[in-house]
T-cell receptor, first 115, second 114 residues
Framework: EAGVAQSPRYKIIEKRQSVAFWCNPISGHATLYWYQQILGQGPKLLIQFQNNGVVDDSQLPKDRFSAERLKGVDSTLKIQPAKLEDSAVYLC?????????????FGSGTQLSVL | SQQGEEDPQALSIQEGENATMNCSYKTSINNLQWYRQNSGRGLVHLILIRSNEREKHSGRLRVTLDTSKKSSSLLITASRAADTASYFCATDEPPIQGAQKLVFGQGTRLTINP
């Protein structure tokens, strides 16, 4: 089975520019997650979708970050405008559904550098 | 919010030795999961232990869970160079709309020396 696909792999932008990341989860997985991982730290959940509805976006900086999951399949995460502190790896993950005891499958991530 | 806290933050051992990593958490949980992350890659699920389980094995991995102490440990036996990675525990926070929300700790960076 194909894994979680993410692109681009790397992105370098200047502060105040905008950037978008794309994620295609494992086929049939209802739940999709975006995590932010700053160097040396654990992943922090930004937003969680169940099909195309948002389950949790309590830690998403909504003044600059937005995410959508059209048709309940792939998803896009956008940052506009970017700040220096947004430099991190952005990880997408999916799971079969959003109930308990589900393991997450992660993509390789997009490494963002904001200069 | 960060629920799980791993200890130690870094661990360096010789190949063939056993490695033990610990995770402590604050609130009640439904399950606790362990993930591995190789440098520059995404996380890979290793093992899930439910709150009503005390011990679980998978190959060279052994996970224990003590809900009274709110702690878990991951033991890797007969370590190999390929085990060099960061290891994270993840716990589920109280549900939102019935959905599991996994919160990751800061991780333990494990180095296996040949």
């Amino acid at each position: 089975e194909a894994g979680v696909a993410q692109s681009p792999r790397y992105k370098i932008i200047e502060k105040r520019q905008s950037v978008a990341f794309w994620c295609n989860p494992i086929s049939g997985h209802a739940t999709l997650y975006w995590y932010q991982q700053i160097l040396g730290q654990g992943p922090k959940l930004l937003i969680q979708f169940q099909n195309n509805g948002v389950v949790d976006d309590s830690q998403l900086p909504k003044d600059r970050f937005s995410a959508e999951r059209l048709k309940g399949v792939d998803s896009t995460l956008k940052i506009q405008p970017a700040k220096l502190e947004d430099s991190a790896v952005y990880l997408c993950a999916s799971s079969r559904w959003t109930g308990y005891n589900e393991k997450l499958f992660f993509g390789s991530g997009t490494q963002l550098s904001v200069l | 919010s960060q629920q799980g806290e791993e200890d130690p933050q870094a661990l360096s051992i010789q190949e063939g030795e056993n490695a033990t990593m610990n995770c402590s958490y604050k609130t009640s949980i439904n399950n606790l999961q362990w993930y591995r992350q190789n440098s520059g890659r995404g996380l890979v699920h290793l093992i899930l232990i439910r709150s009503n389980e005390r011990e679980k094995h998978s190959g060279r991995l052994r996970v224990t869970l003590d809900t009274s102490k709110k702690s878990s440990s991951l033991l890797i036996t007969a370590s190999r160079a390929a085990d060099t990675a960061s290891y994270f525990c993840a716990t589920d926070e109280p549900p939102i709309q019935g959905a599991q929300k996994l919160v990751f700790g800061q991780g333990t960076r494990l180095t296996i020396n040949p």
